[in-house]
């Protein structure tokens, strides 16, 4: 046991390990002296500077190099999208966004979107926020029923305008004058 702490008293660090802070700005003694190690005029030299983290020293960013496709909207509502073959999975006749959430073809909360990929041989009742055109053709064809329901203003992700204090803004619009 003394062997294996014996030595714990003598440690050091690795040669090089540790060297000496530079103290900039403390005179020409310091060997960092006159223009504290920021060379002789320039933007970079005075106090003050910085840089923002694209600048490339003039020459084209490569954010604006790049070339830019499509547009994403920043407050789009985004679908829980289930396609028709999913309902094999269900057993249920009365498919609601509640049922789908406790077999796991959704997950949260959203609107939900039926897709008509697949097909069906059963009679469902479905309440869903949007279906597509096909979806709705396979299963009213199947003998089902198809009923809308509306979105909840929470998960429609739609920008309402300037708000104070959490409280929309009423403005006069030229009609109502």
Do not use: W
């Not at 540790?18 to 933007?43: L, M, N, P, Y």
């Amino acid at each position: 046991m003394d062997q294996f702490f014996g030595d714990l008293g003598n440690l050091k660090p690795a040669a090089g390990a540790i060297k000496k802070s530079k103290r900039v700005g403390r005179g020409r003694g310091s060997g960092h002296g006159d223009t504290a190690c920021k060379g002789d005029k320039g933007q970079q030299s005075r106090s003050g500077y910085s840089k923002n983290p694209g600048f490339e020293g003039g020459q084209m960013p490569l954010k604006r190099r790049i070339p830019k496709r499509g547009f994403t909207p920043r407050n789009r509502t985004s679908f829980n999208e289930v396609n028709i073959v999913d309902f094999e999975r269900i057993e249920a006749t009365e498919i609601t966004p509640d049922v789908l959430r406790e077999v796991g073809l959704i997950k949260g909360r959203g609107p939900v979107v039926i897709l008509g990929t697949g097909d069906i041989n059963r009679a469902v009742n479905i309440e869903v926020h949007r279906i597509t055109k096909t979806a709705q053709e396979k299963i009213i064809s199947a003998g089902g029923s198809v009923k809308l329901i509306p979105i909840d203003p929470v998960d429609l992700r739609v920008k309402r305008g300037p708000s104070i204090k959490g409280k929309m803004k009423q403005t006069k619009s030229k009609l109502d004058v």
